[in-house]
């Protein structure tokens, strides 16, 4: 099973949106509705942050939002503080039963 | 409120076996599964394997396959991942989730050094 591709970096100041994508293939993202959005700080365990394309667990910001299209998923996080800058990982459930990360993309705040 | 708690630290030889406790508490235990999920120094999230801690089914990750055994003691709300014939590539950060789909909760992660 092939990592889901990410952008390996993105950026943005403060106030601003920015839009991470995710693609996969038929047999994991575009077959299902199970993708998955996690926040990673420096040396901290990952935090959910969106699951099953567009929910936000209770506690979450609600200007963390997701999306799908296709084979290709999409985190938006819109008027973006200092404290988003970190590592973002989607993950996909598979047609196999295994699970799927991205490669991650780090955010930068300017 | 939901922990789950792992073993600490470890350094073992290359060829070594390792294995790594996840202790849960906060909710019931056999209601979730649980996944292994590992994350080398500066690398990506890498899925390993999932048990269902109700019935004891596993499902691994084809790389990880004959390599890693996970298991679960319910009475004691803990589940386990062995690694045998370490090599150097096995040094990483080794995280328990509970989940099904997706991963709700996180350990702290287990820092597994191989080195000789």
């Known amino acids: 099973q092939s990592a889901l591709t990410q952008p390996a970096s993105v950026s943005g100041s403060p106030g601003q949106s920015i839009t991470i994508s995710c693609t996969g293939t038929s047999n994991d993202i575009g077959g299902y509705n199970y993708v998955s959005w996690y926040q990673q700080h420096p040396d901290k365990a990952p935090k959910l942050m969106i699951y099953?394309?567009?929910n936000r667990p209770s506690g979450v910001s609600n200007r963390f939002s997701g999306s799908k299209s296709g084979n290709t998923a999409s985190l938006t996080i819109s008027g973006l503080q200092a404290e988003d800058e970190a590592d973002y990982y989607c993950s996909s459930y598979t047609s196999s039963g295994a699970r799927v990360f991205g490669g991650g993309t780090k955010l930068t705040v300017l | 409120q939901v922990h789950l708690v792992q073993s600490g630290a470890e350094v073992k030889k290359p060829g070594a076996s390792v294995k790594v406790s996840c202790k849960a508490s906060g909710y019931s235990f056999t209601t979730y599964v649980i996944h292994w999920v590992r994350q080398a120094p500066g690398q990506r999230l890498e899925w390993m394997a999932w048990?269902?801690?109700?019935?004891?089914?596993?499902k691994y990750s084809q790389k990880f396959q004959g390599r890693v055994t996970i298991t679960r003691d319910t009475s004691a709300s803990t589940a386990y991942m062995e690694v045998s014939s370490l090599r150097s590539e096995d040094t990483a950060v080794y995280y328990c989730?509970?989940?099904?789909?997706?991963?709700?909760?996180w350990g702290q992660g287990t820092l597994v050094t191989v080195s000789s």
């Open positions: 989730a509970r989940g099904g789909t997706h991963f709700d909760d």
């Open positions: 099953e394309v567009s």
């Open positions: 048990i269902s801690t109700a019935n004891g089914n596993t």
